[in-house]
């Protein structure tokens, strides 16, 4: 069992002093499935409603048979020196769109009106991290009205309670809506059904409602709306299904009956009061958020004044309150708990919540970074549960993607392009190459699956569900590789996603060989299976010494003339220096194969790269940067990428922006996008513990200046360790390690810290410092069990 670690509740709370005006306003609860945004209305409130098997289409035909023809065309014109023309022509292998993550309604709920003022000076409404609840606080006259809204996982529903503080002041209307075209009843237990009646995949929504006992009244109207009044509290019940049955699964050949899923879900609950729920909610939730604990300063900022996170963010370039950076950290970790649990759909664009019918970029999980993005912190901030639905995804990927290698590229293994869908898309996207056509997808998602196995340690994982997936995708990548004209296996088309060169005739194309992004996934993904093929006694099979042969065929990374990272494998000129996508140096951050101790010179170049991409960009951008720069080592310019993100976001005009954070957290692209949400939380953890199996590194980017008192408990590092570290007046304090692998409490590792490596055998539970004049590791004292 993995130590639980509690953590300081008392700054994490996202705080607003007035309703929502805006969507990003609203607070979001979810339990995986299930999400809501909370506007928090006085007179009125709202709360948007998604599940997130609820999308557009049914599944499709991911396959081209005039693709191979157009394929060997593309590939003439490369290498024929012919980019532009190429670039033109690769069109032709373009497939069609994914299709759109929907929206499912709201309760919406009108208070009846009083005599009295609403007392603006009492409004409070927050997101409590701690137990991710949703609470608002107001007065009218001389009643104080409290509601409180989570979404339980356990009970799978979502839950409001409504109150006030005075016998019979509790008046209001409730009914559910939807901008999906739809029916509403209420039936014979005064329960509100709402149900889709267009085509494609059908949902309903059940709404149960509860009042104090023996104080007011509970009416239906013709509206099908539901009149309470004069009761001392009311609790909703909320409660939707979907007819989805997988991606392999036509819609309108489902079995499955929305409305009896809802009203079978809710028989149970009936025997549950609101505060065993309420129980049962914050159990299982802070089983997993009160793993990792984060102090980044002696004393925070924040005094006991209710002060909206909005001004924090808008006062932050000026104050750097590190209590704001632990809130947005702990806020990553709970949008994940919140949007990917064990049977759900991975966290698409926008995680789970979306108010649009077709929202921005159809909130398709995007395969060349976002839907990567939104994983990378699952594993360092101790949450590697919340991985399994992308590992259920790439599975279906696997199978469609089949039949996308088969046909498209005449090829063994799968293959996965640029966007997906919920029925797992895996032909290219439609239009211009230069984002259509990158068929590296799939690769890049298998690297989660050998990182997850050097994160557990699971060894059961990794032979039964990495190491197919893992087979899959490198036959693919075998087939795809060709003999290149300078003796290297290369990739034919390739693309660096989304980003032009100017070809030497001058022209603008996209299309070329060998960009340095693919021979970077292919070398992390080669690697991961040699390793992989030696914990599992596969070494000598054919497959791993067909690979083992080609490694050393891949084309290098090379470095420009500018001292840069050459991003294609020619030196082209680059008429977007500032580009938003840093794809050329995926080997720095988040693979492996450019290295402070193995490869100075290309992390050199890797610094100059940066430097010349800058500061400017969308927010999954910024913190992509961050990662890096804490990758080389450089506190420095990782914070200064980690404060360029705290730039409050108006939302009336979001085209004034590039990054940037909404007022209740949401990350912006603009608009909103959820991976730089996460891939903020992985940044940090990356500021302040680096590893490899064998290594590691404590503090490599910590801003000393900035944080120069703090610790961190409950990191996980590679090889199946829990790392909490303290440190003072900018310096190392004390470290411990806890590993649940009960055949192996002790353990040596190479520590690094600073310039100083020392190689130790440490155990579990025990506080250790580091001596560096002596360069030695010392036990501190046992482990406070209250810290375990």
């Known amino acids: 069992m993995e130590a639980v670690l509690v953590g300081d509740a008392s700054n994490l709370k996202v705080r607003f002093s007035g309703e929502a005006k805006y969507w990003t306003d609203a607070l979001p609860i979810g339990n995986g499935r299930l999400g809501g945004m909370v506007w928090g209305g006085v007179l009125s409130e709202t709360i948007n409603l998604n599940d997130d098997t609820l999308w557009t289409g049914s599944p499709g035909n991911y396959t081209n048979p005039d693709a191979p023809k157009a394929l060997s065309e593309v590939r003439k014109l490369v290498n024929d020196g012919k980019y532009a023309e190429a670039t033109a022509s690769a069109v032709k292998l373009s497939g069609e769109p994914s299709n759109a993550y929907q929206l499912l309604g709201d309760i919406k709920l009108e ?72 029916r509403t009843s209420v039936n014979a237990q005064n329960q509100i059904v709402m149900e889709k ?74 025997t549950y009061s609101y505060e065993q729920l309420y129980s049962h909610h914050v159990e299982d939730y802070q089983n997993l958020f009160h793993r990792v604990s984060i102090n980044l300063s002696k004393s925070s900022n924040l005094t006991d004044s209710y002060v909206p996170t909005s001004e924090r963010v808008k006062s932050f370039k000026t104050d750097e309150d590190p209590s704001l950076i632990e809130l947005l950290f702990q806020f990553g970790r709970y949008l994940l708990i919140s949007c990917s649990r064990p049977g759900t759909q991975p966290a698409n664009l926008q995680g789970i919540w979306n108010d649009k019918v077709t929202p921005p970029w159809d909130g398709a999980p995007h395969l060349n970074i976002n839907l990567q993005m939104n994983y ?69 998602l298998c690297t989660h699956l050998w990182e997850h196995y050097t994160y557990t340690m699971n060894k059961d994982f990794l032979a039964t569900k990495a190491y197919p997936l893992l087979e899959g995708c490198v036959l693919f990548l075998l087939d795809w590789l060709i003999e290149g004209q300078d003796e290297y296996l290369q990739t034919n088309p390739s693309t660096s996603p989304e980003h032009m060169f100017t070809a030497p005739d001058g022209q603008p194309a996209s299309v070329s060989y060998s960009t340095t992004m693919d021979m970077s996934i292919i070398k992390e993904i080669f690697s991961a299976i040699v390793s992989a093929a030696q914990v599992l006694g596969k070494s000598e099979d054919d497959l791993i010494k067909k690979v083992v042969e080609s490694q050393s065929k891949l084309y290098p990374t090379k470095i420009a003339t500018d001292g840069s990272i050459m ?136 801003p000393r200046d900035k944080w120069a008192s703090g610790s961190v ?43 100083t490596s020392v190689v130790a055998t440490m155990s579990t539970g025990k506080v250790y410092t580091f001596d560096k004049k002596l360069r030695t590791i010392k036990t501190a004292s046992l482990l406070d069990s209250s810290r375990v």
């Open 567 to 702: 991003e294609w494998a020619q030196d082209f000129v680059d008429p977007d220096v500032r580009h938003r996508h840093i794809s050329h140096l995926f080997g720095l951050f988040p693979g492996h194969t450019i290295t402070l101790e193995n490869t100075p010179e290309l992390c050199k170049a890797a610094e100059n790269t940066l430097n010349k991409r800058g500061v400017e960009g969308p927010g999954w951008s910024t913190t992509w940067k961050a990662a890096s720069w804490a990758r080389l080592h450089n506190s420095e310019r990782a914070y200064e990428m980690i404060k360029h993100l705290f730039d409050l976001v108006d939302p009336a005009n979001e085209s004034n922006y590039e990054g940037g954070l909404y007022s209740n957290l949401f990350t912006a692209h603009p608009p909103f996008q959820i991976d730089a949400d996460f891939g903020f939380s992985a940044a940090l953890a990356e500021m302040l513990v680096q590893s490899t199996v064998t290594e590691f590194y404590l503090l490599p980017a910590l």
């Open 111 to 182: 208070f009846h009106k009083s005599d009295a003022e609403y007392d603006q000076t009492t409004y409070q409404r927050e997101l409590d991290l701690d137990t991710a609840t949703v609470k608002v606080r107001y007065a009218i006259g001389e009643v104080e009205f409290t509601r409180e809204h989570f979404a339980s996982y356990p009970d799978q529903v979502i839950v409001s309670k409504i109150s006030g503080n005075k016998s019979g002041s509790l008046s209001f209307t409730v009914f559910l809506d939807s901008q999906i075209t739809h």
């Open 376 to 444: 990378w912190h699952s594993l360092s901030c101790n949450l590697h549960e919340c991985q399994e639905p992308l590992f259920d995804f790439i599975e279906n990927l696997s199978v469609n993607g089949s039949k996308t290698a088969k046909v498209n590229y005449e090829a063994n293994g799968w293959v996965a392009h640029q966007v997906s869908d919920i029925w797992a898309k895996t032909s290219p996207d439609r239009g211009e190459a230069v984002w259509a056509l990158w068929p590296m997808g799939g690769a890049w």
């Open 713 to 755: 408990e409950g990191l996980k590092a590679r090889g199946n360790v829990t790392v909490s570290i303290s440190w003072s007046d900018g310096d190392l304090l004390e470290f411990s390690f806890w590993s649940d692998d009960r055949e192996n409490q002790s353990f040596t590792k190479t520590i690094h810290y600073k310039e």
């Open 197 to 270: 009646t267009a085509d494609g995949i059908k949902f309903s929504a059940v709404l149960d409602l509860r009042i104090s006992d023996g104080i007011g009244t509970m009416s239906v109207l013709e509206d099908n709306k539901i009149k309470v009044e004069g009761c001392d509290w009311a609790v909703i019940l909320l409660v939707a299904s979907s007819s989805f049955e997988g991606p392999f699964t036509n819609p309108s050949d489902s079995q499955k009956d929305p409305t009896f899923d809802c009203l079978n879900s809710l028989e149970p609950l009936k």
